[in-house]
Nanobody, 120 residues
Framework: QVQLVESGGGLVQPGGSLRLSCAAS????????MGWYRQAPGKQRELVAR???????EYGNSVKGRFTISRDDAKNTVFLQMNSLSPNDTALYYC??????????????WGQGTQVTVSS
């Protein structure tokens, strides 16, 4: 079983910053990519940022230049540094990992979500 545990969400004022973390755990897993998606009320889930193992990060258009994704592969952890936050960034943020496991193949795993609220 693969578990993704997120942390770092909360309430922040416009223009502020937050850092999200997500740690993946499980036995004999190979992580192919990790990333973050978000879903605001009444909207579809959208890509925030993702980074393939050994690859280049990609970002959703609305966060380019403000958010930075990084990984600590030794700890199977992905981070999202969010700067210059605006109310439009308010959403439930989900951690995602594309994982290969023996006998289970490759599939997506999702965290429970962490709420980010940007408001004065």
């Amino acid at each position: 079983q693969v578990q993704l545990v997120e942390s770092g969400g909360g309430l922040v004022q416009p223009g502020g910053s937050l850092r999200l973390s997500c740690a993946a755990s499980g036995s004999r897993l190979t992580i192919n990519a990790m990333g973050w998606y978000r879903q605001a009320p009444g909207k579809q889930r959208e890509l925030v940022a993702r980074i393939p193992t050994g690859g280049t990060a990609e970002y959703g258009n609305s966060v380019k230049g403000r958010f930075t994704i990084s990984r600590d592969d030794a700890k199977n952890t992905v981070f999202l540094q969010m700067n210059s936050l605006s109310p439009n960034d308010t959403a439930l943020y989900y951690c995602n990992a594309v994982v290969t496991r023996i006998f289970y193949g490759t599939r997506d795993y999702w965290g429970q979500g962490t709420q980010v609220t940007v408001s004065s």
